[in-house]
């Protein structure tokens, strides 16, 4: 089957048949399909889209390309979860630990920043010693002793996805549903959880902006799940604003620890029940709602949940003592304030300026492989709907320059607004079920 018959297929708006997408995924992997074919594949894809039968067959030939890891000998209940990313989403941190010590083992292969979001790798990596690049006998061990493991993901998953987002990232070709559910499902398919509970993200710092885009992507991602024996739910929360009160690596670290530790800002908490409800569900530990987060509540209450994050930062090579002491993450060498201009309320905080702001202070990268700033990042005084008087602090601008504070002094001022109107939309803002029924979260 020819490269050229099957863009141009693809071209004019046509079905392609499963042969078609088996024969483009094996030439993207052994590479008799070039670059410049794969991206016109990929365009034609993007603007003609793909019906949810071809989605499910790419996804399944992504999959095919390499290792699906196996946690059947593990012998207990383990459910997955995956973020289409935000800012200051740090909620698998928290998660991980806390329901592993309501026993549901949580295996997690994560990513690394990109653009203004923030990755669980590089926050992680913010901890003195911890190592994300474990192998998969390491991370079965981890699994076993722990309950929880983060980490990054190794060559041989979905090797087919690296190569197609690698091409995605510089040809416009990242906003497609289709290649979005494909890439996404490939690598949550090939970490062999038996469940997914999955977190789509909506509003201006995500990738979906718009509430019916994210529904539709939780939905066709909720259907691969299925399709592949994998009951997978999907709860849609907002990014319109930046989640908890930290943006940047060890100062999200420290975070996750005071919210382990029972004193979590109320937004990154909500987040953090409404997806570990589901999970708790799905694996068995709870009948229903209340009970799952009366245990959960009881968990991070009882310190059992903290202890849990301790163990994971040691089993992964982690210094623990941060866990007690948080003063030993990195601290930036410059830290100065944006200050409100006027008495008022805060009525808005840009998610995707907050963001912008904190890659400036060299939290995140503007491409793949940049290096990042462990101690960069931005924290929120003010929340949304605080008064503030005329000088008192909004934002703390964490950077490693006054340069660099500099730079990003204008983007984080534009992401604040005082006295207008307060988007009141609940966070939280819908489920998508196993059968793919929109409801309440
Ligand atoms: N995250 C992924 O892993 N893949 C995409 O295509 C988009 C977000």
Not at 408 to 427: F, H, K
Request: aromatic fraction near 2%.
């Amino acid at each position: 089957m020819r490269a050229v018959d099957i863009i141009r297929a693809k071209r004019d708006g046509e079905v392609l048949t499963p042969e078609a997408i088996g024969a483009f995924v094996r030439g993207v992997l052994d590479g008799t399909w070039a670059d410049y074919q794969t991206s016109a594949l990929l365009m034609a894809i993007v603007l003609r889209g793909m019906t949810p039968a071809e989605t499910a067959v790419l996804t399944e030939a992504m999959l095919a390309s390499g290792r699906r890891v196996d946690l059947s000998g593990l012998g207990v209940p383990t459910v997955g979860k995956h973020s289409t990313g935000g800012v200051g989403d740090k909620v698998s941190v928290v998660l991980a630990p806390l329901v592993a010590a309501c026993g549901v083992t949580m295996a997690k292969m994560s990513g690394r920043g990109l653009g203004h979001t923030g990755g669980t790798l590089d926050k992680l990596e913010s901890i003195p010693g911890f190592r994300v690049d474990l192998d998969v006998p390491r991370f079965l061990a981890v699994l076993r002793d722990v309950g929880c493991a983060l980490i990054g993901q190794t060559a041989d998953i979905a090797p087919a996805d690296k190569v197609l987002y690698g091409l995605r990232d510089v040809t416009a070709t990242i906003e497609s549903i289709p290649l979005i559910s494909a890439s996404i499902m490939s690598k949550k398919l090939a970490e062999g959880s038996q469940a997914l509970v999955l977190d789509v993200k909506c509003g201006r710092g995500a990738f979906m902006h718009a509430f019916d885009d994210a529904v539709a992507l939780a939905q066709s991602l909720v259907a691969i799940g299925g399709a592949h024996g994998v009951p997978t739910e999907a709860v849609i929360t907002g990014m319109d604003r930046p989640l908890g009160r930290a943006v940047g690596n060890a100062l999200e670290i420290r975070e996750c620890i005071e919210t382990l530790a029972g004193h979590g800002p109320a937004d990154l908490m909500a987040v953090v029940e409404a997806i570990g409800v589901r999970v708790l569900l799905l694996g068995g530990r709870a009948s229903d709602p209340d009970a799952a987060r009366a245990l959960m509540r009881g968990t991070l209450a009882s310190g059992a949940a903290l202890e849990r994050l301790r163990r994971m930062v040691v089993a992964q090579g982690g210094d623990p003592a941060v866990v007690d002491d948080p003063s030993r993450l990195a601290v930036a060498l410059v830290v100065e304030t944006v200050d409100a201009e006027a008495d008022g309320v805060v009525s808005d905080l840009d998610a995707a300026l907050v963001g912008q702001a904190s890659v400036l202070l060299g939290a995140g990268r503007e491409k793949k492989g940049d290096p990042v700033d462990a101690a960069a990042g931005i924290v929120i005084r003010a929340a949304v709907g605080q008064r503030v008087r005329r000088g008192q602090a909004i934002l703390e601008l964490h950077g490693p320059t006054p340069a660099r504070v500099a730079a990003a002094r204008p983007v984080a001022r534009r992401a604040i607004t005082i006295d207008g109107p307060i988007d009141e939309t609940p966070l939280v803002r819908a489920r998508v079920t196993t059968e793919g029924a929109i409801v309440a979260p």
